[in-house]
C-alpha cells in the first residue's frame, strides 16, 4: 500500500460484503447495503447470498440490481476506508452491460420546481374547470 492513499491493499484478507459495499460507494450507508444484501437478490460468484457478513474476497463477482440498473461487478481489492469516488473505482471493475438509451418517448417531469398560481391557473383552462377569479 502506498502510504497516504488508504485504498487497495493487495494481499489484504477477505472483509464483510456490505461493508465492501459501502466502501466502494455503491450505497451511501452501510446499513442500505446490509439492507439490499438481506433482500435475497444478490449473488455472489453466481449464488444467492442472503447474509450481509458473507466474506468477500478479491476476485469474486457480484450481481445486484442498483436503481434500474443490473450491476455486474468484479471486486480487485478491498478497501481500508470510503474514500472518493477514484478511489473507490480502483476497488472493482465494472463489468455491467452498458446502460440502454434513454427512452425519450416516456413523459418526464418538467423542470422548475413547485408550479405557482399562474400555472395551476392556465392547467385548469385546459381542462375546462372554472376557477371563479
Keep these: 500500500m502506498v502510504a497516504g492513499t488508504g485504498s487497495a491493499v493487495p494481499d489484504a484478507g477477505p472483509i464483510r460484503l456490505d461493508k465492501w459495499l459501502w466502501h466502494?460507494?455503491?450505497?451511501?450507508?452501510?446499513?442500505?447495503?446490509?439492507?439490499?444484501?438481506?433482500?435475497?437478490?444478490?449473488?455472489?460468484?453466481?449464488?444467492?447470498?442472503?447474509?450481509?457478513?458473507?466474506?468477500?474476497?478479491?476476485?469474486?463477482?457480484?450481481?445486484?440490481?442498483?436503481?434500474?440498473?443490473?450491476?455486474?461487478?468484479?471486486m480487485l481489492a478491498p478497501g481500508t476506508r470510503r474514500g472518493p469516488a477514484p478511489e473507490a473505482q480502483a476497488l472493482y471493475d465494472d463489468l455491467s452491460p452498458a446502460p440502454p438509451p434513454p427512452d425519450l418517448s416516456r413523459p418526464r417531469a418538467a423542470s422548475g420546481g413547485r408550479p405557482q398560481g399562474r400555472d395551476r391557473r392556465a392547467f385548469d383552462a385546459l381542462r375546462g374547470r372554472d376557477t371563479g377569479d
Design 24 to 74: 466502494a460507494r455503491f450505497f451511501k450507508s452501510r446499513s442500505l447495503a446490509a439492507q439490499a444484501v438481506s433482500s435475497g437478490r444478490m449473488r455472489l460468484n453466481s449464488q444467492p447470498v442472503a447474509k450481509p457478513a458473507v466474506q468477500l474476497r478479491p476476485g469474486d463477482v457480484l450481481t445486484f440490481v442498483q436503481g434500474e440498473r443490473v450491476r455486474v461487478v468484479r
